[in-house]
């Protein structure tokens, strides 16, 4: 499996549901970062977690990170139409400055 | 503040025929990328500059492909002559000196070779 891959690689929710997206990487890293990218626009950076902390927030958003599985999670609380996008996860080896993405987790929310 | 942008959107080009995009990074900001998403794939690595400085170009699929920053402003990535296979979205990113910064991504370009 390749750096950067997130499961399920694609998720249909209603409305007011929350959505889980799961993320796992190969190498050690200093940071692990989570974008958005709605059709046919550019990538949207949504939270950071660096890689001595366990979870972070930000509005409705909580992020996950367990080094010891090389794994983050990212859950959308109480969704919303407009939160329809693609979500990556990305990562750089410890000391390189280069991300490396999964294939994304297309997200559709059902109004 | 201005973000990262990239120039045009959108290229429709023949097969072999030659395109550059341009991308110029936040003010200030002395690390620049490029990265590209093909077909529907993960996006990937193609270079990264330091100023105007190459300082990663490991990614770069072949000699079709020159990045270039002079003064260390903005860059262009130039493909010549494009092939079929060169189809995608190629984002420019930017941000500040040291490895642990968040890098800002711009629109991308998205390039069609027909």
């Known amino acids: 499996s390749q750096q950067g891959e997130e499961d399920p690689q694609a998720l249909s929710i209603q409305e007011g549901e929350n959505a889980t997206m799961n993320c796992s990487y190969k190498t050690s890293i200093n940071n692990l970062q989570w974008y958005r990218q709605n059709s046919g626009r550019g990538l949207v950076h949504l939270i950071l977690?660096?890689?001595?902390?366990r979870e972070k927030h930000s509005g409705r958003l909580r992020v996950t990170l367990d080094t010891s599985k090389k794994s983050s999670s990212l859950l959308i609380t109480a969704s919303r139409a407009a939160d329809t996008a693609s979500y990556f996860c990305a990562t750089a080896s410890t000391g390189t400055y280069k991300y490396i993405f999964g294939t994304g987790t297309r997200l559709k929310v059902l109004a | 503040e201005a973000g990262v942008t990239q120039f045009p959107s959108h290229s429709v080009i023949e097969k072999g025929q030659t395109v550059t995009l341009r991308c110029d990074p936040i003010s200030g900001h002395d690390n620049l990328y490029w990265y590209r998403r093909v077909m529907g794939k993960e996006i990937k690595f193609l270079l990264h500059f330091v100023k105007e400085s190459k300082q990663d170009e490991s990614g770069m699929p072949n000699n079709r492909f020159l990045a270039e920053r002079t003064g260390g402003t903005y860059s262009t990535l130039k493909v010549q002559p494009a092939e079929l296979e060169d189809s995608g979205v190629y984002f420019c990113?930017?941000?500040?000196?040291?490895?642990?910064?968040?890098?800002?991504f711009g629109a991308g370009t998205r390039l069609s070779v027909l």
């Open positions: 977690i660096r890689s001595n902390e």
């Open positions: 990113a930017s941000s500040q000196a040291g490895s642990k910064n968040i890098q800002y």
